[in-house]
């Protein structure tokens, strides 16, 4: 059995790309990372890698992570500037057995040592949505809720679970802001013996449940994928309610190591890719009931023509 999950529908192509891999038997740490590269490569999506939207100083910072669930092994990158594909520097940090998180530059050093492609990452096209977006916030700059980061988790014929994200993180972040998608066990978490998870929404809020930890760890007492996810996002949800009024955006996707998969949110329009053995690649769409639980019902080629037309229109300053 083998097959990939991802956060999304703008991972659907990287899915796509997995699924060969996979199908040919290769390894999911090598399906996962090319997945999430044709994320990043894309400049049409406003939240990773390429064309991602900048920090209120109107740099882009970007943050990724990676976890091997054969080994345990992590790399996780923040705030990393100008090269071309975290998900692959995140990959290699997780082969030391120290220094496995980097931030800034001490990330950007770490990838030019090791001859990772530098590249411009804001485009003109993401300046003319800042430069929007700053108009229409008159002079006080405010994080956007642009928050959605793929991630993604891979399960391979061998048995290999892995679990990665790619980010640009929250639009108009102040520098130097960190979130959830780095932080293992809560942006991402793997255990081949379980399974794996991944999350995206507000990272501040995704972590004070670390969200992707707690969704496998149910899964070992004997949940379900659908039954983890939505068990830990409603708690959580709830949790955040009772002390502090309200809760940020709180999304998830997770595989089990037989290839099942689920998914919960308590948001309206989360989507998500996936690709199984049993079946080729499909873009969910979730509905959260009132009670928690949540369903999910294949894309309309409609609506994925209305996704594409959306992100591809020229920007209107």
Not at 29 to 52: C, H, L, M
Not at 106 to 120: L, S
Not at 140 to 168: I, R
Request: glycine share 10%; charged share 30%; net charge negative.
């Amino acid at each position: 059995m083998y097959g990939i999950i991802a956060t999304w529908r703008m991972a659907k192509e990287g899915i796509e790309l997995a699924d060969e891999m996979l199908k040919k038997g290769e390894t999911s740490g090598s399906a996962i990372e090319t997945a999430i590269r044709a994320v990043e490569d894309f400049p049409y999506y406003k939240s990773v890698g390429y064309g991602g939207l900048p920090n209120k100083e109107q740099i882009v910072e970007l943050d990724a992570g990676y976890m091997d669930g054969d080994t345990m092994s992590v790399g996780a990158l923040g705030a990393i500037k100008d090269f071309a594909n975290p998900i692959s520097i995140a990959r290699k940090l997780s082969e030391e057995k120290v220094n496995n998180v980097l931030v800034g530059e001490g990330a950007e050093k770490y990838a030019r040592e090791f001859q990772f492609e530098e590249k411009e990452m804001l485009t003109d096209r993401a300046k003319a949505f800042y430069r929007k977006k700053k108009k229409e916030l008159d002079q006080e700059l405010k994080p956007y809720d642009g928050h959605d980061t793929v991630g993604m988790v891979c399960l391979d014929q061998s048995g290999t679970v892995t679990a990665a994200t790619s980010t640009s993180g929250l639009f108009m972040k102040r520098s130097g802001r960190v979130g959830d998608s780095p932080i293992v066990g809560s942006g991402f978490y793997a255990d081949s013996e379980v399974g794996g998870a991944t999350a995206t929404g507000l990272g501040e809020d995704l972590m004070k449940g670390c969200i992707s930890y707690e969704i496998v760890r149910l899964m070992k007492e004997g949940l379900t994928p659908q039954e983890a996810c939505e068990k830990a996002v409603n708690d959580l949800d709830q949790k955040l309610k009772a002390k502090r009024g309200e809760a940020g955006d709180l999304s998830v996707v997770a595989m089990n190591n037989k290839g099942e998969f689920g998914c919960a949110t308590n948001i309206g329009g989360f989507s998500f890719s996936v690709a199984t053995q049993e079946q080729p690649p499909i873009v969910y769409l979730v509905t959260r009931e009132e009670d928690g639980h949540c369903t999910f019902e294949e894309a309309s080629k409609e609506w994925l023509e209305e996704y594409m037309r959306v992100r591809m229109a020229p920007v209107e300053e």
